[in-house]
Each structure stands twice: as structure tokens, then as C-alpha cells.
């Protein structure tokens, strides 16, 4: 996979603290002091420690500042200006150069938020839905549309899985799940309050939980008990949130996938009953 430096930076800045914004911000406005300075250097020059720089690299995704070198200094000689305008929409791009962009960023919000996907996190997160008894999906908003397509995947795995589309309806749900349940709880930002109050009743009755967030430090993530992150990028016309959903989409195909190679009998079984239902239902 393509260690794009700037990239991650850009992905993971909104996440970042203020010590590693300002790192952030010496390596884009001059990526070549970097690539020519030792991490005392920078250190020195920004007047952080040695260990905030090395865990600004770390937190980016790379083994450390040697690593985070190497991969600049292979991105300063193909300029990523370039990629950026590839997704920026310009008020002179035609109907197809606009398509083209969309697509563009949506495989580029893929590609970085498969660049942040914990491996530890997937696996404890297909363990939870794999024990569950039963499996409540939550979001608001435009999460409440991702939460409705998990349950629609789900469903057709044999687990016990349920959405409500209503955040009342979703709180009143969580107040009746038990330790032997997990519910997912989806919010981009993570701050949204109607999700917390949700997953704080999950986590009250004992259930495991798991959150599908942009923001590592957002309260829902804090919440959880698993939580796996999204990385997009916002441009003038199309807001970082609305990016992020592909992503979102993405994470729950992942797990649902990883449930039916899990469990294949029992997943044949209900796919076979609901494709059966329905093609009963067409005959009358």
C-alpha cells in the first residue's frame, strides 16, 4: 500500500492535538525541512519534545520518524498538489469531470481510512457481533441511514440484528439490551448527543459496544468498548462528513463479511428463509 505522507496528514489533521497540528503544519508548508533535518532538529525548531514528533509519526502511521522521511522524500519528487486537484471541484468542470472527481474521493477516503484500519479493533469488534445475542445498530441523522443498511446486511447473517430510523425509539431499544448484546453506534463527528445518551444506556445495561467514528478523542470513541475509525477529506462542495459514509459503508461490509465466513451454515440458512418469504409474498 502507498505510505502517502501528506496525505495522512491532511486525513488525520482534524484528529490531531494541538502539539501535532503544529507539526502538521511545518511538514505542509515546507516538506523539505523534514526531509533534511533530524527529528532534534524539528523538535528543537518547534520547541516540542522529541517524543511528541515521534508520536505525530506514529499516529500518522508510520513505524516512526525515519519512516515518515522516506516516504516524504519518495512524495516530494511526484508533487500530491496534483492529487488534491484531483478532487476539487471547480465551478468550470463539466458534468463528467465532476463525476469523476466524486469518485476519485470517495476511493481516496477508501484507501485512507484502510490505511488507519486497526487490526486488533476488526478482530475484537467480529468477536462481540459473533457472541452477540442480539445486535442494535445506531445512528442519527444521516448515520441513521448506514445503521439501517447494517441491519438490512445483518439480518441475512441469522444474528438477532435491529435499527430504528427514530432516536427516541433507538434510546428505548438500548434500555432493554442486556450483557449478552452489543450494539454499534455510528456518528461521524462522535459528538452527537442523542448517540451518546444511546450508548451510555447500552454501556449502563451492560451491553458490548462498538462506535464507527471519524474522531478518535470524540466522546462516543472514549464510550466504546471498540471503536473503528473513518478518514476523509472535505472539499468546497462536499462536506468531510458526507465523504465519511462511504467509509462507514465500507467498515460494515467489512464486519458483516467477516460474520458470514464465521458462521456460513447458519447464514445460508437464514438467507435461504428470507429469499423463500419473499418469494412466497410475490405469489399471492
Known amino acids: 500500500m502507498s505510505q502517502n505522507c501528506i496525505g495522512k496528514i491532511r ?28 527529528i532534534n532538529e524539528v523538535a528543537e525548531e518547534l520547541n516540542v519534545a522529541d517524543a511528541t514528533v515521534f508520536r505525530f509519526c506514529k499516529r500518522i502511521g ?18 500530491n498538489d496534483q492529487v488534491l486537484e484531483d478532487i476539487e471541484i471547480s465551478d468550470n468542470d463539466d458534468e463528467k469531470l465532476i463525476a469523476d472527481k466524486v469518485f476519485r474521493s470517495n476511493i481516496r477516503t477508501l484507501e485512507n481510512t484502510l490505511e488507519i484500519l486497526d487490526k486488533n479493533s476488526v478482530q475484537k469488534a467480529v468477536e462481540i457481533l459473533f457472541h452477540a445475542n442480539r445486535v442494535e445498530f445506531y445512528g442519527t441523522g444521516g448515520s441513521a441511514v448506514i445503521a439501517m443498511d447494517a441491519f438490512h446486511k445483518f439480518v441475512r447473517t441469522g444474528i438477532k440484528a435491529f435499527a430504528f430510523i427514530d432516536s427516541h425509539f433507538q434510546l428505548m431499544s438500548a434500555s432493554q439490551l442486556t450483557e449478552k448484546d452489543a450494539a454499534v453506534v ?77 458462521n456460513k451454515e447458519q447464514a445460508q440458512r437464514s438467507l435461504e428463509k428470507i429469499r423463500n418469504t419473499i418469494s412466497e409474498t410475490r405469489m399471492y
Open 11 to 38: 486525513s488525520n489533521y482534524a484528529r490531531l492535538s494541538e502539539k501535532e497540528k503544529k507539526i502538521a503544519d511545518y511538514i505542509l508548508d515546507d516538506p523539505d525541512k523534514i526531509i533534511h533535518g533530524t
Open 62 to 79: 508510520f513505524k516512526g520518524y525515519q519512516a515518515m522521511k522516506i516516504a516524504l522524500a519518495s512524495e516530494i519528487s511526484t508533487p
Open 186 to 262: 455510528i456518528s461521524h463527528t462522535g459528538t452527537n448527543k442523542d448517540t451518546l445518551n444511546i450508548l451510555k444506556t447500552a454501556k449502563k445495561n451492560g451491553a458490548k459496544t462498538i462506535a464507527i467514528t471519524g474522531y478518535p478523542k470524540s466522546p462516543i470513541s472514549q464510550y466504546a468498548d471498540v471503536s473503528l475509525y473513518t478518514s476523509s477529506e472535505e472539499t468546497e462542495f462536499r462536506s468531510e462528513a458526507l465523504s465519511s459514509r462511504i467509509a462507514q459503508l465500507s467498515l460494515i461490509d467489512a464486519l458483516y463479511v467477516n460474520l458470514r465466513v464465521l
